[in-house]
């Protein structure tokens, strides 16, 4: 998964590239989202230290408050330009966001990424029907089973 997404991204963003090879470490969710006045966003993934390739499984999930209806489908790729940024996001795994999209079937316009902190944060092929504007807070936490498994 991780690796498949990165390639999407690289030939989407091809300036995602530049920012990849200097980056410590990065992250690849793949990611539901369903909104009607409340917004609901869930998820798994992996986070990727790049110089160990050591890959710490994890989970998301966020809410918010939102005017939309419908859901989407998507991967989310996150860039992390340093160990402490990269760390914060395993250990403490917190993201607030307001976004604005709009996707009908596989055809999706919205913001595809934002670098704030030392992190790039990527959206990748969104699929579904969803009209949405939202405030949201996720919570992304390691899956201590499938980490400790490897």
């Known amino acids: 998964m991780a690796e498949t997404a990165l390639v999407k991204l690289f030939n989407q963003q091809p300036s995602a590239?530049?920012?990849?090879?200097n980056a410590y470490g990065y992250a690849v969710f793949d990611s539901r989202k369903f909104s009607l006045m409340f917004h609901t966003n869930a998820g798994s993934g992996v986070a990727v230290e790049r110089e160990s390739d050591k890959r710490t499984y994890m989970r998301m999930f966020g809410v918010g408050v939102a005017l939309g209806i419908g859901g989407k489908f998507y991967q989310q790729v996150v860039i992390f330009d340093s160990k402490q940024a990269f760390n914060d996001f395993v250990?403490?795994?917190w993201e607030a966001a307001s976004e604005a999209s709009v996707v009908a079937g596989d055809e999706g316009e919205e913001l595809g990424a934002h670098f704030n902190g030392g992190v790039a944060v990527y959206q990748l092929d969104p699929k579904g029907l969803l009209i949405d504007a939202n405030v949201s807070g996720s919570k992304y936490w390691v899956n201590e089973e499938l980490t400790n498994s490897q």
């Open 17 to 21: 590239k530049t920012l990849y090879d």
């Open 91 to 93: 250990e403490k795994g």
